[in-house]
Structures are given as C-alpha cells and as structure tokens.
C-alpha cells in the first residue's frame, strides 16, 4: 500500500514460511541455499532498517518545525486516527456544527482519493484544505507543513488533523500535533487496543464511538478500557454516540480546556512557505 513507509515491500522483514521436514534434511547443497537465503534476507533487513530509521528522523525533525508553527500561531492541533469508517468525520461535523461560534476551528483531511470529507467538513462552514495521499497510508509531517501554509489556520484556533483510516502506519508518523486522539467504535472488536498497541500507546485519549450500538454488538466496553490502560495508563477515555449526540458534552469540555495560547519563537525559525 504504502509508497513511503514501506509496508507494502515484500523484503519488509516479514516472511510466512511454511516448513516441512524435508527442509531439515541434512544435505550439504540444501544447507547451503539456506545459508545464502538467510543473509540475503539479513543484509536486506538492515537496508530497509535503515531506510526507515532515515525516513523517520527526518519526519521528526519537520514535525518538531510544524510545531513552532502551531505554537507561534496559539493553535493546539489535535491528529485524529482510527480505522476507516469509526466516524472521524462524523466527529467534526458534528463538533464544527455545535462549537464554531464558540470556538474558531480548521481542519485538514487526509483520504487517499476523493475530496469527500473536505467537502463535508465545507459544508459545515469551516476551513480545509484535503491531502490526498495517492496509495500512501498515512499522513506525514511534509504534507501537514505544506497544508498548514494552504490553509493559514485563524490564530488561536484548534486544528483538527483527520488522519487516513488506519490504525497502523499513522502510529509512527509524528505530525507535530499536541494531542493525539484515537477513535474506535463498537462494531470493530473488543480486542483493538491489544491487536494495534502502538496507535494506544501514543494518543492522549480514546474515544469510543458508536455507543448506541452497543445493544447490537459484543462489545465490552470495561475491557476495551482495560486493554488499553494495559498499554497506555495515562490514557483518558470519552464514550459517545456523535449520531444520538450521548457524551458529545464531554468531548466539548475537553476541547475547550486544551490551551491555545501563541508561545514566543525563534522567528527566523519559522517559513512563510
Ligand atoms: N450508529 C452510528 N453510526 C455512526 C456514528 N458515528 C458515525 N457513524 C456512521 O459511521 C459511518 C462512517 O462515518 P465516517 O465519519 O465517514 O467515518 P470515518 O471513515 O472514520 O471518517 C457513517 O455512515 C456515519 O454516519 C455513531 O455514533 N453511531
Ligand atoms: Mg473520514
């Protein structure tokens, strides 16, 4: 899938073997392959170790320029994650329609064809701009920089960052934000904090979506909690329904504590493009 973080290459490290007996035979021409094979694979693992290393540390270091952005400009950035389909974009509209007047709101939206969400969130009357990432699975830091300067948020806003649906790559790519929000909703399974443990470990809070399904469902909320504390302890929990609108009040009082102050920059730090 993925053109940069390389998880749609084959010598990715991952192999699914099947062995059979016959593999273990001892014969010197059989042992040698193996021999051979194995190396291959090793030296190929360190260069795609490596690629990724790089490709990393230069996403943190545009990550770390997003955030000077943010900060000299009051505008606390929260980067949205869940699988597709949890209600993301629901979430906005919904929050954009309720709290605009109160609260001056942008978004960027993520989605690797389409600008349907952008045009969701337009109709509600808020700023986007929408990135659309080809076959690449998740957002970067890069392509938050550029929509930033295509955007020009009002000062003291929150940016809401809507990332692509996937609870895997999104894990490793920081963006720059200050919060990290992980959605997941009744219908996926119990077992997500365990199954994507990295994307739990890095968000701030947990929304759990879709509450009016759960008579539907087997989903065990308390264990969904506890699965995710096993991973992240400090992790907070909203549960909500953004169709019915249960628990919409919480996740409002816990947008309008997030500080949005400017903080004073290096200003030669900052680019105008
Ligand atoms: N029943 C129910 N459906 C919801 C809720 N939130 C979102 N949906 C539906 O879930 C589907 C996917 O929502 P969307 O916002 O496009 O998900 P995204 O891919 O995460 O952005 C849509 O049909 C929404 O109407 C909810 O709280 N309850
Ligand atoms: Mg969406």
Aim: glycine letters at 6%; proline letters at 4%.
């Amino acid at each position: 899938m993925c053109a940069t973080c390389g998880c749609d290459h084959s010598e990715n490290g991952i192999n699914i073997t099947r062995v059979s007996a016959e593999v273990f035979q001892p014969m010197a021409s059989r042992a040698g392959y193996l021999l051979q094979a194995n190396s291959h694979a090793h030296s190929v693992l360190q260069k795609v170790v490596q690629a990724e290393q790089d490709i990393l540390a230069r996403n943190n270091q545009l990550a770390q320029h997003n955030r000077i952005h943010f900060d000299a400009a009051g505008v606390f950035v929260i980067n949205l994650v869940s699988s597709p389909g949890s209600g993301k974009t629901a979430l906005l509209e919904r929050t954009l329609r309720d709290l605009q007047t109160a609260l001056p709101f942008a978004v960027i939206e993520g989605d690797l064809q389409t600008t349907n969400d952008a045009n969701r969130i337009a109709a509600t009357g808020a700023p986007v701009v929408q990135i659309n990432t080809g076959k690449g699975c998740h957002l970067d830091a890069d392509m938050v920089h550029r929509a930033w300067h295509e955007l020009n948020p009002p000062e003291r806003s929150i940016l809401f960052i809507e990332n692509v649906g996937n609870l895997v790559c999104p894990a490793m790519f920081d963006l720059g934000e200050h919060a990290r929000v992980a959605i997941i909703s009744v219908t996926e399974g119990t077992d997500k904090p365990l199954k994507y443990p990295d994307m739990f470990a890095s968000s701030q809070l947990c929304i759990i979506n879709k509450i009016d399904l759960l008579t539907y469902t087997d989903f065990d909320v308390q264990r969904a909690r506890a699965y995710c504390r096993q991973i992240n302890p400090m992790i907070e929990f909203i549960e909500l329904s953004v169709t019915k609108g249960f628990g919409m009040d919480e996740w409002y009082a816990w947008l309008k504590k997030q500080p949005r102050h400017s903080v004073t920059r290096d200003k030669l730090s900052l680019c105008t493009n």
